[in-house]
């Protein structure tokens, strides 16, 4: 098959989208199939690039949670879609949207994939415990993009059930983004602290502040080291915040390599974010044998990765994320065989199963909208 993959951003993997997107293209290639990519960036093989579209502040907002939206070109476009066999979007962005109208003049079937979450928006204006503003968003991103469209790939059960209870009426295929095979397990290594570790868009949803809360209401503080890794806007607020702790904690960004690297050398992982769609990241820190613990939330689907309630914490609670940890730096023994289990759960999140599954999607699809 020739397939079509829309997403504005394919170069800089600073979010969990556009990693799930890369991944999916070069399995796919792997299976025979001839893959396209619209995008932003630098060229590339079978990549059609458009320019950067500036969009009066929410380009200033974009950038600094490292996103990017491309400019529309309508030559391009009908040349990228020009004898493909399906197109699958990433994102509900104003190119999508101008993609999907020719591709339906075409007459070429179309999946779109939902990767923002309402409260992914809702958070970053300050709105994101306002249950009447997350429905508004899921509504307008209905009305703006999904409603064009007969099938819907949701990386979780959670997100499915959310656009259900939201009104969403396409056929929704639940299909994880899955793991690499590059994330797997090593041997322990005995450290002197324990090393804690958090991957993600220092952005307001993610809540590292509560890690940073925790690693002081320790009672073994001085024992807990932090590693977080990603770029964002509260940067500069959360390194204010670690001031005073006995460790002062690293903020970084790493290539795939370097994190494989980080989280093998690292002890815990904890996912203290409010709103999740699936959180790749912590899947792949447990694939590495990492035990999780898990801020306790209802807009999550990351909750559902827990073996048991030693990896879960009450959402928005530092001090309870503070007892876990505790708990862990007192039971080494029972971390390591419990990192062993998640570890093994990792590898029930591959991504070739996803593809394969994907690969069954594609066959499916009919042109036409809902």
Known sequence: MTIAFVVDQYDNITNG?????????????????????????????????????FIPLVTYLADKQGIAFAKVDKKVIREFLTGVDLVHFYLPFPLARAVEKIAREMNIPCL?????????????????TSKLANK?????????????????HCPTQFIAGELQANGYKARLHVISNGVSEVFYPREPIAHENLRVLMIGRLSPEKRQDLI???????KYADKIELYFAGHGPLLEKYKKLSKGLPHEPSFNFYTTEGLIELMRSTDIYVHASDAEIEAIACMEAFSCGLVPIIANSKKSATVYFAIDDRSLFKQGDAADLARKIDYWIEHPEERIALGKEYAQKGDT????ESVRKMEEVYSSLKPGRL
């Open 17 to 53: 989208t556009t990693a799930s997107a890369k991944r999916f293209v070069e399995n796919l290639r792997k299976h025979g199939h001839t893959v396209r990519v619209l995008t932003t960036g630098e060229p590339g093989a079978d990549k059609y690039i458009l320019p950067k579209a």
């Open 112 to 128: 779109a994939a939902f990767h923002v979450q309402a409260e992914n928006i809702t958070y970053n204006i300050g709105m994101g």
């Open 136 to 152: 508004f968003f899921y509504k307008f991103l209905h009305s703006y993009f999904y409603k064009r469209f007969a099938d819907i």
């Open 212 to 218: 940073i809360e925790a690693a002081r209401k320790s």
């Open 349 to 352: 999140f591959r991504v070739a």
